[in-house]
């Protein structure tokens, strides 16, 4: 079942913030306190789409700053990277 469940939620202040209260849409993508999200913001459209992250443990000998070394090769390169594996 792939449904779209549409709610309405007013901007509410959290402190400094502002942010929403959406509590049952979370918990249907299966997300609980703590969980990590990605999201992503469409300014033309005025979208926000938040997804659960895909958890991932580095392997035995691979350092976080490893991974955060080749993160910036990647987004340095990823024009490149695109054209060789379209190719």
């Known amino acids: 079942m792939n449904r779209v469940i549409e709610m309405e ?8 913030s502002l942010g929403l209260t959406m509590t049952d849409a979370l918990k ?13 913001v469409n ?3 005025g979208e926000i789409i938040i ?10 000998g691979l350092s976080e700053d490893f991974m955060d070394a080749l993160a910036d090769v990647i987004d340095e390169y990823d024009q490149t990277l695109q054209g060789l594996k379209d190719r």
């Open 43 to 45: 300014q033309s459209t």
């Open 9 to 16: 939620r007013k901007v509410t202040k959290f402190g400094n």
């Open 51 to 60: 997804r659960k992250s895909k958890k991932v443990s580095l392997p035995n």
């Open 28 to 40: 249907q993508i299966g997300l609980d306190l703590g969980d990590s999200v990605s999201i992503d």
